[in-house]
């Protein structure tokens, strides 16, 4: 399984990206899907997770700011944020991960920027 995310970029604090992650491969529907990111000199931190059935749960530092949603047909997992803060400057990491069956995977980041 390869993970592509797309979407970083600069904005201003207070405003939106929305992050995108494409999985290949035909089995996307039974991956448990997660955002992580990291910051300059700091441990990549779980953002947000969204299970095969939908349940979601996000760090404190971002709710009600940051939604995680998947589209199965598609193979994709997003992350819309909004109200970003300089704080969230990072890079942002997709994760699909199985681990009943022993899979786990990575894609490589991409750079999100908020400043003005």
């Known amino acids: 399984v390869q993970l592509q995310a797309s979407g970083g970029g600069l904005v201003q604090p207070g405003g939106s990206l929305r992050l995108s992650c494409a999985a290949s491969?035909?089995?996307?529907?039974?991956?448990?899907m997660s955002w992580y990111r990291q910051a300059p000199g700091k441990q990549r931190e779980l953002v947000a997770v969204?299970?095969?059935?939908?349940?979601?749960d996000y760090a404190d530092s971002v709710k009600g700011r940051f939604t995680i949603s998947r589209d199965n047909a598609k193979n994709t997992v997003y992350l819309q944020m909004n109200s970003l803060k300089p704080e969230d400057t990072a890079v942002y990491f997709c994760?699909?991960?199985?681990?009943?069956?022993?899979?786990?995977?990575w894609g490589k980041g991409t750079l999100v920027t908020v400043s003005s």
């Open positions: 969204i299970g095969n059935g939908g349940s979601t």
């Open positions: 994760n699909a991960a199985s681990y009943s069956r022993g899979m786990d995977y």
């Open positions: 491969g035909s089995i996307f529907s039974i991956f448990v």
